[in-house]
């Protein structure tokens, strides 16, 4: 049979489906979205930052915790040096993450939809659960970069069959920030790794064992999408996106599924499924094997 979405992300390294969530459905993910900073620390504010780091070992603590919960992280703008904030409480946060998909009813309706499973199925997913989630707000003036990366450097598996699904909850653009992709770069193997430290005595409980790769700056795509669409990245495939140099958001909803079936998910990734919370499935074939 042919399969357009396999194809497309065989030859890019990534998918677009236009028009994958309701505008109900959208709607719903924004509201919560844009609720999400009302339960955030007012104090001992994390920041996430992929250009900076900053009080190591706190931060690696809190980011550890977060697999399993829904944690909250500022923007690097968004902190004065006695960690007040310095915007409205609405721009400050980066993102939420990592468990919206289990722990947050409006972003584990959409996570599990059928739509969601179908596309799964459609890639030949065999028993997919998810990782993890996030939400990235890319707030207007304050909305810092995402630098060049491959998911798999966070979230390794082998075969590399680990797909990010990325919703835009409003239109990604070139003046805020949409992603860009290198097409093709899936098929570059996996550049480095973000790993848990197997030095137990260091402060960084959590390393990369790499120096970042250098990407010529003219070979990313950018690709701007609607709020409502559906971007399928493989883990592979090299992506970032720029600051918001615009005065309009661009959140997004985006979470990662594995497969669970014959398929190495690495020990060494920082993010462990642990025994009171596995990776939730979103479904199981059970024509195999
Ligand atoms: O939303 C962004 O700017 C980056 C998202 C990303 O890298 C991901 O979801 O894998
Ligand atoms: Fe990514």
Same mark, same amino acid.
Request: charged content about 25%; some cysteine; overall charge negative.
């Given at each position: ?184 770069? %899936?098929?570059?193997? @996996? +550049? !480095? ?5 197997? $030095? #137990? ?6 390393? =990369? ?24 990245? %493989?883990?592979?495939? @090299? +992506? !970032? ?5 615009? $005065? #309009? ?6 979470? =990662? ?33």
């Amino acid at each position: 049979m042919h399969n357009h979405l396999i194809d497309q992300i065989n030859i890019d390294g990534f998918a677009v489906i236009d028009d994958f969530l309701t505008k109900d459905e959208i709607n719903e993910a924004l509201e919560a979205g844009k609720n999400l900073h009302k339960d955030a620390p007012t104090t001992a504010r994390t920041i996430f930052s992929t250009t900076k780091s900053s009080n190591r070992q706190n931060k690696d603590e809190y980011f550890l915790e977060s697999a399993q919960k829904i944690h909250y992280f500022f923007e690097d703008g968004a902190l004065k040096d006695d960690g007040e904030l310095n915007v409205k409480p609405e721009f400050a946060l980066n993102k939420v993450g990592h468990a919206l998909h289990t722990d947050h009813p409006v972003f584990e309706k959409i996570s599990f939809n059928n739509r969601v499973k179908e596309i799964c199925w459609q890639l030949g997913f065999n028993r997919p659960a998810i990782a993890q989630s996030m939400y990235i707000f890319k707030n207007p003036g304050i909305g810092g970069e995402v630098i060049a990366h491959q998911d798999a450097t966070y979230l390794h598996t082998d075969p590399p069959t680990t797909i990010g699904f990325w919703f835009p909850l409003e239109d990604a653009t070139l003046e805020n920030g949409c992603l860009q992709f290198i097409k093709g770069s %899936h098929k570059s193997g @996996v +550049h !480095r790794r973000y790993i848990r430290n197997p $030095d #137990k005595i260091s402060s960084e409980l959590l390393i =990369h064992d790499r120096p970042a790769p250098l990407y010529p700056e003219s070979n990313f795509v950018p690709v701007p999408v609607s709020a409502g669409a559906c971007v399928l990245i %493989h883990s592979q495939v @090299v +992506h !970032r996106s720029e600051r918001n140099k615009s $005065d #309009k958001s661009r959140h997004a909803y985006t979470f =990662h599924v594995i497969d669970t079936d014959d398929c190495v998910y690495s020990e060494s990734n920082w993010l462990q499924p642990q025994p009171d919370k596995p990776f939730k499935i979103l479904y199981e074939n059970r024509n195999v094997n």
